[in-house]
């Protein structure tokens, strides 16, 4: 169900066209919160592992989620080795705009099928003079981990999201630990949500709602 208009959507389609509630957030994060911080002891968590990719923008939706958290890749990559990706004067807008284009992005509804995703990826690098590698993961934190470690941001996706519904956002980082005291292994995704009601780094526990992970390999 998209949380913006209540009406169940086509899992294909991946739509955010309102800002978050807070109340949303808050009732999901009391919901999914069943270790308070205070609780676990140093002595309890084994196997830590965190890491976070800096310089990923966290641009605010426009037009649709994919097109957007797609728009943060594409312009992290822009400044590290891939320069005709953005032009120099181009606004953000035209850029959203142009990826829009590329991956079919239904304007009405903000919708963008993976598929779509994957191919207007490709095809925006192919215009500009560049190849690069697009796979698509069921969703698998260990995948994303693997980006994130390799300093790939990806593209992540849920599907009937208490929060978010259908959408798409940047992934940018992830924490993992295990819980000695409750046998536990916790696992959360650093992300990007192209919400601006949202935090830049909006930390979230991976749960089976995430349904893809988008690796975004320039070649």
């Not at 009937?160 to 992830?174: E, L």
């Not at 959360?188 to 830049?200: A, G």
């Amino acid at each position: 169900m998209s949380l913006s208009n209540k009406k169940v959507e086509k899992k294909s389609k991946l739509k955010s066209n309102a800002p978050l509630s807070y109340e949303n957030i808050e009732k999901y994060a009391d919901a999914t919160s069943t270790v308070e911080p205070e609780q676990i002891g140093t002595q309890a968590v084994t196997n830590y592992k965190y890491k976070l990719i800096s310089g990923v923008p966290d641009y605010t939706w426009d037009i649709g989620c994919a097109p957007t958290s797609g728009a943060n890749i594409v312009k992290y990559w822009d400044s590290r080795g891939y320069p005709n990706l953005v032009g120099t004067s181009q606004t953000t807008h035209s850029l959203i705009d142009q990826l829009a284009t590329s991956m079919n992005t239904n304007r009405s509804t903000g919708g963008t099928s993976v598929s779509n995703m994957r191919t207007g990826m490709i095809n925006f690098w192919g215009a500009r003079g560049y190849g690069v590698t697009v796979t698509t993961y069921s969703g698998s934190f260990s995948t994303h981990m693997n980006e994130i470690n390799t300093g790939r941001p990806d593209w992540v996706t849920t599907a009937n999201h208490p929060v978010w519904g259908d959408h798409a956002m940047t992934g940018v980082g992830y924490e993992e630990y295990y819980n000695t005291s409750d046998f536990t292994w916790y696992r959360q995704v650093i992300l990007h949500d192209t919400w601006s009601s949202t935090p830049v780094d909006y930390w979230i526990k991976w749960t089976s709602y995430f349904d893809y992970v988008i690796k975004v390999q320039p070649n």
